[in-house]
């Protein structure tokens, strides 16, 4: 290893060189995607799995795991479509109460000590539950403003790329920089000395629930204004997109070890997987598989950085 | 300027003197066409798969068309439909045929197709998008003809069981509520339970032995397609009198039916949807890319076996497939003038 490119920094560009990799292949496979046009198409789902991704690092940040991901988005999708358009100050209320609703799980998994796994896997019925109760069929209809910010086309540069940059920003600034942020990945990393320092281990905990819940009704806010209206079960992916994503993105089971931007890079890389592999003609049986094979082979790499990191 | 507008011109008129002195379908032999399907995993979407093979590729082995691609998205999830209709119109297809997972989630995708010059057909599960062509099936009758049926077979009526099909689907709600429009007009039918059978035999089988230790005496029961002969294994293995099952035009519920017929005299009457609907909405996005003019909606009659029919029908059915009708192009040109 020279000097300069230590362990840490190829894990930290690792996410970036696949990303790099990934979007060099679709050029080159599909030259249209090489266009204002091309890249807004390609990347404006992105948003909410962008959204979520980062949702499920701030869980993973308190050394959680949140498997009711994609039922809540989902369901803040629901609502979305149905009360922020009907009336909105009835939906903006349910949103806040869903925010709410995830510090409260926050503080439920504290203070009785569950384990999150446990805890969301059950609430994730509950979500889907509400869900269809808001709305029974598929249908309901993007709220004007959402549509118009979603569908937004700047000058120069596409909207989808602003948005995930600004996202990784405004995260990134807010958990790795600011005071409060050393704080709260703290609590995740070693709760014990966080603990002894004074801090409040279950305000830390409810804030991170909280701001969770805050990106995951972004999240369904965005996919609305892409998709224009909702269903129960819209964002199921999501669960498995967004804890796939953070770790690509160099985000780890351990807790404390998060990367906002890795996060938006990783959720952008797997989406584009998905691209990817459509323009290569592959089966789509196969298409879930070769999406693992390659979150593995990231891993595998990442393994092997931190193999040579122990050995120098 | 004025070069362009000879040109335009030129080319306008060149359009019109080709349409005239050929075939109607060279305009299109660089068009590309694709199909953008939700979920393969029955006999009936598998049995779409195969006819869309058959006629869409000859159509592009023969030169009609340019291309005619068939995607399925790994599930059945609206993001990834979304995301799949956006990959295609990234690679130059002309127009997209859709088969959808929601009737209104993908309409932002589709509305990027149709912005982007593509022309965007969808059937069976339609989208509500206003710029999409629809060929649309009545499923709300295709629920009820099966009451209506019941009703001429038991003058007495009776129990009835639903079997319904993936839930949250709205093909499902559909037939559901055709089902219980005609149970509603016919009081002497009531629906004892209801379960979902997924469109699928052996989902079918598990859920009827399930709820059949709760039910009273059933003498009909009430279908989507792909559950019939579910229903039947679940009725026999319970020791129960085989009620009238409507079966859904598959091999295995055709088979079934053709050995009772044989052996009892078993009655009923099987009804869906033709998977070759896949080859009309073909020939229409074609057709629409051929410059001809389409109403926005189109309607597919769906397809009866009865008591008669079945022996005909069972014969050309493949095994393990479902009783098709292929379209061709004259045909669906029937169905388009049809409509006008």
Same mark, same amino acid.
């Given at each position: 290893?020279?000097?300069?490119?230590?362990?840490?920094?190829?894990?930290?560009?690792?996410?970036?060189?696949?990303?790099?990799?990934?979007?060099?292949?679709?050029?080159?496979?599909?030259?249209?995607?090489?266009?204002?046009?091309?890249?807004?198409?390609?990347?404006?789902?992105?948003?909410?799995?962008?959204?979520?991704?980062?949702?499920?690092?701030?869980?993973?940040?308190?050394?959680?795991?949140?498997?009711?991901?994609?039922?809540?988005?989902?369901?803040?999708?629901?609502?979305?479509?149905?009360?922020?358009?009907?009336?909105?100050?009835? *939906? @903006? /209320?349910?949103?806040?109460?869903? +925010?709410?609703?995830?510090?409260?799980?926050? %503080?439920? #998994?504290?203070? !009785?000590?569950?384990?999150?796994?446990?805890?969301?896997?059950?609430?994730?019925?509950?979500?889907?539950?509400?869900?269809?109760?808001?709305?029974?069929?598929?249908?309901?209809?993007?709220?004007?403003?959402?549509?118009?910010?979603?569908?937004?086309?700047?000058?120069?540069?596409?909207?989808?790329?602003?948005?995930?940059?600004?996202?990784?920003?405004?995260?990134?600034?807010?958990?790795?920089?600011?005071?409060?942020?050393?704080?709260?990945?703290?609590?995740?990393?070693?709760?014990?000395?966080?603990?002894?320092?004074?801090?409040?281990?279950?305000?830390?905990?409810?804030?991170?629930?909280?701001?969770?819940?805050?990106? *995951? @009704? /972004?999240?369904?806010?965005?996919? +609305?204004?892409?998709?224009?209206?909702?269903? %129960?079960? #819209?964002?199921? !992916?999501?669960?498995?997109?967004?804890?796939?994503?953070?770790?690509?993105?160099?985000?780890?089971?351990?807790?404390?070890?998060?990367?906002?931007?890795?996060?938006?890079?990783?959720?952008?890389?797997?989406?584009?997987?998905?691209?990817?592999?459509?323009?290569?003609?592959?089966?789509?049986?196969?298409?879930?598989?070769?999406?693992?094979?390659?979150?593995?082979?990231?891993?595998?790499?990442?393994?092997?950085?931190?193999?040579?990191?122990?050995?120098? | 300027?004025?070069?362009?507008?000879?040109?335009?011109?030129?080319?306008?008129?060149?359009?019109?003197?080709?349409?005239?002195?050929?075939?109607?379908?060279?305009?299109?032999?660089?068009?590309?066409?694709?199909?953008?399907?939700?979920?393969?995993?029955?006999?009936?979407?598998?049995?779409?798969?195969?006819?869309?093979?058959?006629?869409?590729?000859?159509?592009?082995?023969?030169?009609?068309?340019?291309?005619?691609?068939?995607?399925?998205?790994?599930?059945?999830?609206?993001?990834?439909?979304?995301?799949?209709?956006?990959?295609?119109?990234?690679?130059?297809?002309?127009?997209?045929?859709?088969?959808?997972?929601?009737?209104?989630?993908?309409?932002?995708?589709?509305?990027?197709?149709?912005?982007?010059?593509?022309?965007?057909?969808?059937?069976?599960?339609?989208?509500?998008?206003?710029?999409?062509?629809?060929?649309?099936?009545?499923?709300?009758?295709?629920?009820?003809?099966?009451?209506?049926?019941?009703?001429?077979?038991?003058?007495?009526?009776?129990?009835?069981?639903?079997?319904?099909?993936?839930?949250?689907?709205?093909?499902?709600?559909?037939?559901?509520?055709?089902?219980?429009?005609?149970?509603?007009?016919?009081?002497?039918?009531?629906?004892?339970?209801?379960?979902?059978?997924?469109?699928?035999?052996?989902?079918?089988?598990?859920?009827?032995?399930?709820?059949?230790?709760?039910?009273?005496?059933?003498?009909?029961?009430?279908?989507?397609?792909?559950?019939?002969?579910?229903?039947?294994?679940?009725?026999?293995?319970?020791?129960?009198?085989?009620?009238?099952?409507?079966?859904?035009?598959?091999?295995?519920?055709?088979?079934?039916?053709?050995?009772?017929?044989?052996?009892?005299?078993?009655?009923?009457?099987?009804?869906?949807?033709?998977?070759?609907?896949?080859?009309?909405?073909?020939?229409?996005?074609?057709?629409?890319?051929?410059?001809?003019?389409?109403?926005?909606?189109?309607?597919?009659?769906?397809?009866?076996?009865?008591?008669?029919?079945?022996?005909?029908?069972?014969?050309?059915?493949?095994?393990?497939?479902?009783?098709?009708?292929?379209?061709?192009?004259?045909?669906?040109?029937?169905?388009?003038?049809?409509?006008?």
């Amino acid at each position: 290893m020279s000097r300069y490119l230590t362990a840490n920094t190829m894990r930290t560009l690792l996410p970036a060189l696949s990303l790099a990799a990934i979007l060099a292949a679709i050029f080159y496979l599909q030259p249209r995607t090489m266009s204002y046009f091309g890249l807004n198409l390609l990347l404006n789902l992105a948003v909410p799995i962008a959204l979520a991704t980062i949702a499920q690092m701030f869980i993973l940040c308190v050394n959680d795991l949140d498997l009711s991901l994609g039922a809540f988005v989902s369901l803040t999708a629901c609502i979305t479509a149905t009360w922020l358009y009907d009336t909105p100050v009835l *939906g @903006v /209320l349910a949103l806040a109460g869903c +925010v709410l609703a995830y510090a409260a799980l926050g %503080a439920l #998994i504290h203070l !009785r000590n569950l384990p999150s796994i446990v805890v969301t896997l059950g609430m994730s019925f509950v979500w889907v539950g509400i869900a269809v109760l808001i709305l029974p069929t598929p249908g309901g209809k993007a709220p004007e403003w959402i549509r118009a910010l979603m569908t937004l086309k700047p000058a120069l540069i596409p909207f989808p790329i602003i948005a995930v940059v600004v996202i990784a920003i405004v995260v990134h600034f807010g958990l790795m920089k600011s005071a409060a942020g050393v704080v709260l990945r703290g609590a995740g990393g070693n709760p014990l000395s966080v603990e002894r320092a004074g801090w409040s281990l279950l305000k830390v905990k409810v804030t991170m629930y909280a701001i969770s819940g805050f990106f *995951g @009704v /972004l999240s369904g806010m965005a996919l +609305v204004g892409l998709t224009t209206s909702a269903d %129960a079960n #819209i964002a199921e !992916r999501y669960t498995l997109l967004s804890i796939a994503g953070a770790i690509l993105g160099g985000s780890e089971f351990v807790g404390g070890r998060v990367s906002p931007i890795g996060a938006v890079i990783g959720a952008v890389t797997l989406l584009l997987t998905g691209s990817f592999l459509s323009f290569l003609r592959l089966n789509p049986d196969w298409q879930i598989g070769a999406q693992g094979a390659i979150l593995i082979l990231v891993l595998a790499m990442r393994m092997l950085i931190n193999r040579s990191d122990k050995r120098s | 300027m004025n070069f362009t507008k000879v040109t335009v011109a030129g080319a306008a008129l060149a359009c019109l003197l080709s349409s005239v002195a050929v075939p109607a379908f060279a305009d299109t032999a660089d068009k590309k066409i694709a199909l953008s399907n939700n979920y393969a995993g029955n006999s009936w979407r598998q049995a779409m798969l195969t006819s869309w093979e058959t006629v869409a590729g000859k159509a592009s082995a023969d030169g009609v068309v340019a291309a005619a691609d068939a995607f399925t998205t790994a599930e059945n999830q609206v993001t990834e439909q979304a995301a799949q209709i956006q990959n295609l119109i990234l690679q130059g297809y002309d127009a997209i045929v859709i088969n959808a997972a929601s009737p209104e989630g993908l309409n932002g995708a589709v509305k990027e197709a149709c912005d982007a010059g593509l022309v965007v057909v969808s059937f069976d599960g339609i989208v509500t998008e206003p710029c999409a062509w629809r060929i649309a099936v009545d499923f709300h009758q295709m629920g009820k003809i099966q009451v209506e049926y019941l009703a001429e077979r038991l003058p007495d009526g009776g129990n009835l069981l639903e079997i319904r099909g993936l839930a949250g689907v709205f093909v499902d709600d559909e037939i559901s509520g055709g089902i219980h429009e005609g149970v509603a007009e016919n009081a002497k039918f009531s629906i004892e339970g209801s379960v979902h059978g997924d469109w699928a035999q052996d989902v079918a089988q598990k859920a009827v032995a399930g709820i059949l230790p709760s039910l009273s005496d059933i003498k009909g029961v009430v279908t989507q397609g792909g559950d019939g002969y579910g229903a039947s294994q679940a009725f026999k293995a319970a020791g129960r009198d085989m009620p009238i099952i409507v079966m859904g035009n598959r091999h295995d519920e055709l088979s079934w039916w053709k050995e009772q017929k044989d052996a009892n005299g078993y009655e009923t009457m099987s009804v869906s949807i033709a998977p070759g609907v896949s080859t009309l909405a073909f020939w229409v996005a074609q057709q629409i890319l051929d410059g001809k003019d389409v109403p926005k909606d189109l309607t597919v009659p769906f397809l009866s076996i009865t008591q008669d029919t079945l022996e005909a029908s069972l014969e050309t059915t493949q095994a393990g497939g479902v009783a098709n009708v292929e379209y061709s192009q004259e045909e669906a040109q029937g169905v388009i003038a049809g409509a006008m």
